[in-house]
């Protein structure tokens, strides 16, 4: 019996390791080159829309600091909720969180510039509740919360409207996306701590933070492809979000990176 036992926990050790070692072998990015045309498109994501607490998460790591969105809930309709997150090669890279308004059309915030370098890998962290207009937004970069200014003050009501596309890249507008990588994508329908978002970055995203994750596509592979290591994702290489069920339909040939930081 006990000969028995210490077999199975043989087997238990091994598949475990198994696992891991494939989990780490699958970490992957989708790389966009600063044009209007590049993106990985999910549709509207009812579990996304009109949330009035919402997390933001993500890794990139720009080749150059271009102008350019990453997360995207676009394009604008009269009514429809709007949010995204934008770097502006202006300021030496500064990050903006933007969403829309009935009145001021949108609020805006930043964080400085000089924040970001150039072939450099980092967390982003953002966190908002729309309930006020005099509610910032909490942002971190690598798990530690940075100063926000407030660009553009909201006024009215949070825009509710629910036909917007979410979407990695190119929103769909004449707006270009960033020139670089974007890994680990993720939306909660709640606030995250600062240990939670310190949690994440410290664990290269191996956190097993679940809890009210809406949006979070792997990014580690997509349909019709043997190898997503460079590989240019036409529309039909499709990507699935297991959060919410929605496809990622890819836009404008993004390529598929193995990604090496976060393993």
């Known amino acids: 019996m006990k000969k028995e036992i210490v077999m199975w926990l043989i087997i238990a050790v091994l598949v475990v ?16 080159t600063n044009t209007n045309t590049q993106g990985i498109n999910f549709g509207a994501v009812p579990g996304v829309q009109n949330l009035a607490n919402k997390s933001i998460s993500f890794w990139i790591n720009q080749d150059t600091l271009a102008d350019g969105r990453t997360i995207n809930l676009y394009p604008a309709g009269a009514s429809d ?21 009935s009145t001021s059309t949108i609020g805006s915030w930043k964080i400085a510039g000089s924040t970001f370098s150039a072939g450099t890998t980092y967390k982003i962290g953002i966190t908002y509740n729309n309930s006020s207009v005099t509610n910032d937004p909490i942002i971190y970069v690598n798990g530690v919360s940075v100063s926000v200014t407030e660009v553009i003050t909201p006024v009215g009501t949070y825009l509710s409207g629910t036909d917007n ?10 707006v270009n996306t960033i020139d670089g990588k974007v890994s680990d994508a993720r939306i909660y329908n709640r606030i995250l701590t600062a240990d939670e978002d310190a949690q994440i970055y410290s664990a290269r995203g191996r956190d097993n933070i679940r809890n009210g994750l809406v949006f979070c596509p792997f990014l580690v592979g997509a349909k019709g492809l043997q190898a997503f290591d460079g590989a240019a994702l036409a529309a039909g290489n499709t990507i699935v979000d297991p959060c919410s069920g929605a496809v990622g339909v890819p836009a404008g040939n993004p390529v598929g990176v193995g990604e090496t930081y976060l393993r």
């Open 17 to 32: 390791g198994l696992i891991l070692g494939t989990q780490k072998a699958e970490t992957m990015a989708i790389d966009l």
């Open 81 to 101: 909720e709007v949010f995204y997150v934008d770097f502006n090669s202006i300021a030496s890279g500064d990050l903006q969180f933007v969403t829309g308004w």
């Open 165 to 174: 596309d979410l979407v990695i890249g190119y929103p769909g507008v004449a």
